[in-house]
């Protein structure tokens, strides 16, 4: 599961601030951290919505990483793990086998995936970019790190 968010809403300025800090600083790790919990904590509450609980191991098994810099794309960045076995499958949907791994003949063969993280990342764009901007805002009061 990969989550991509643009920064075309911030100005010119603003971005060369994130670039500035860079990994080093504590405050640029403390954002990550933040902004890779939200997005752990949206993808939850969209599990919660559209999937039953049977045992509660998909919910517990979306997790946040540690922040850490890519060197390939040269940006810093935070992964949210899906942990359980199966969260792919009802993530993107799988085909319904019977115990000797042939297809379904009766009823419907594929169940359709729930799709949560694509909706998770839609819904807190907004908030990814108030979580920016409140962190751009405390900058200045602190100082750079």
Same mark, same amino acid.
């Given at each position: 599961?990969?989550?991509?968010?643009?920064?075309?809403?911030?100005?010119?300025?603003?971005?060369?601030?994130? /670039?500035?800090?860079?990994?080093?600083?504590? =405050?640029?790790?403390?954002?990550?951290?933040?902004?890779? $919990?939200?997005?752990?904590?949206?993808?939850?509450?969209?599990?919660?919505?559209?999937?039953?609980?049977?045992?509660?191991?998909?919910?517990?098994?979306?997790?946040?990483?540690?922040?850490?810099?890519? /060197?390939?794309?040269? $940006?810093? =960045?935070?992964?949210?793990?899906?942990?359980?076995?199966?969260?792919?499958?009802?993530?993107?949907?799988?085909?319904?086998?019977?115990?000797?791994?042939?297809?379904?003949? /009766?009823?419907?063969?594929?169940?359709?995936?729930?799709?949560?993280?694509?909706?998770?990342?839609? /819904?807190? =764009?907004?908030?990814?970019?108030?979580?920016?901007?409140?962190?751009?805002?405390?900058?200045?009061?602190?100082?750079?790190?």
């Amino acid at each position: 599961m990969s989550v991509q968010f643009d920064f075309s809403q911030l100005s010119a300025f603003e971005v060369k601030i994130m /670039n500035m800090l860079g990994q080093e600083s504590r =405050e640029s790790r403390q954002l990550m951290n933040t902004l890779g $919990s939200g997005l752990a904590r949206e993808i939850r509450k969209n599990v919660r919505k559209r999937t039953k609980m049977k045992t509660g191991n998909l919910r517990k098994g979306i997790k946040k990483g540690k922040p850490y810099y890519y /060197n390939k794309d040269q $940006s810093f =960045e935070v992964r949210v793990h899906e942990y359980a076995p199966h969260a792919h499958l009802v993530e993107y949907g799988h085909k319904m086998l019977t115990k000797y791994k042939k297809p379904v003949s /009766n009823g419907y063969s594929f169940v359709r995936g729930k799709g949560f993280t694509k909706d998770a990342e839609k /819904n807190y =764009e907004t908030a990814f970019a108030k979580d920016i901007d409140k962190f751009l805002d405390k900058l200045p009061k602190k100082g750079f790190g």
